[in-house]
């Protein structure tokens, strides 16, 4: 008896873990989309000294998810497959991070219920991983645009 619960406890635990993997992964999409709309902003060259750099940088990390979805997708030409995955995962963090639970969480006194959470969590976490791999790539377009490698957009933003 004290082993089944135990066993649950864990697998509980898993549940937790997964959750949060799956929000880490949500926050580096953002963080990349923050790196991508200075890129292009610089690329513009409507950032004209490094004090407004920071404070835009200060601006775009403070905006969610949705308002840099919202405003990359006037400024960056993805593809109708790339808004939608970028549409998809903004909808599905927000459900993850404010209904998720309230919703499910009768699952989480199952190991079935759990198992289900864990492999919807790794599936989310495996889609919004793959899309930030793909925001990076762009990012690296835009580096060599620039001629700018990336110890010199740390010590750029490092002298705020």
């Known amino acids: 008896m004290v082993k089944e619960r135990l066993l649950d406890s864990d697998h509980s635990r898993d549940v937790f873990t997964y959750f949060g993997l799956a929000v880490y992964s949500s926050q580096s999409l953002e963080q990349q989309l923050v790196n991508l709309l200075m890129l292009m902003k610089l690329s513009e060259g409507k950032i004209p000294t490094e004090e407004d750099f920071t404070e835009l940088y200060q601006r775009k990390l403070s905006s969610s998810l949705g308002q840099l ?92």
């Open 69 to 160: 979805v919202q405003e990359i997708q006037h400024h960056f030409p993805f593809s109708e497959e790339e808004t939608i995955q970028l549409t998809r995962i903004w909808k599905q963090r927000n459900y993850i991070v404010h209904d998720y639970f309230k919703e499910r969480i009768q699952e989480t006194f199952s190991p079935g219920g759990r198992s289900r959470m864990i492999r919807e969590f790794t599936k989310f976490s495996d889609q919004a991983q793959m899309l930030e791999k793909k925001l990076q790539g762009y990012s690296r377009e835009f580096y060599r645009t620039l001629g700018l490698d990336n110890d010199s957009i740390a010590s750029y933003s490092d002298k705020s």
